[in-house]
């Protein structure tokens, strides 16, 4: 059974930062892909950014590009995205999940295969 924990989010100001991590759990995370997404208030699941199974190949939302970073420690099936710069409108649940989804997939998730979730506020 696939499990994924996000922890990591909080309150923060703008301007400030945060790092998420994703525990996994259930399946071989060094032989998977994974995708980090996320839904604010009254919104669809956005897609913010995917990592290759060896960490070699990442990519971001333009919304996100340059700000956020996303890493892998595969001895530790553990996925991480720092946040950086946040602004208000990164205020969101932030999800990881199992697969290499995109802005065109992320709605093809399957729930088993997504956390639960991390609260990001950003505000002042």
């Known amino acids: 059974e696939v499990q994924l924990v996000e922890s990591g989010g909080g309150l923060v100001q703008p301007g400030g930062s945060l790092r998420l991590s994703c525990a996994a759990s259930?399946?071989?995370?060094?032989?998977?892909?994974m995708t980090w997404v996320r839904q604010a208030p009254g919104k669809g699941l956005e897609w913010v950014s995917l990592?290759?199974?060896?960490?070699?190949?990442?990519e971001y939302a333009d919304s996100v590009k340059g700000r956020f970073t996303i890493s892998r420690d595969n001895a530790k099936n553990t996925l991480y995205l720092q946040l950086n710069s946040l602004k208000t409108e990164d205020s969101a649940i932030y999800y990881c999940?199992?697969?290499?989804?995109?802005?065109?997939?992320?709605?093809?998730?399957?729930?088993?295969?997504r956390g639960q979730g991390t609260q990001v506020t950003v505000s002042s």
């Open positions: 990592i290759s199974t060896a960490g070699t190949t990442t």
């Open positions: 259930g399946f071989p995370f060094r032989e998977n892909p």
């Open positions: 999940a199992k697969g290499w989804y995109t802005e065109y997939s992320v709605r093809n998730i399957p729930t088993n295969y």
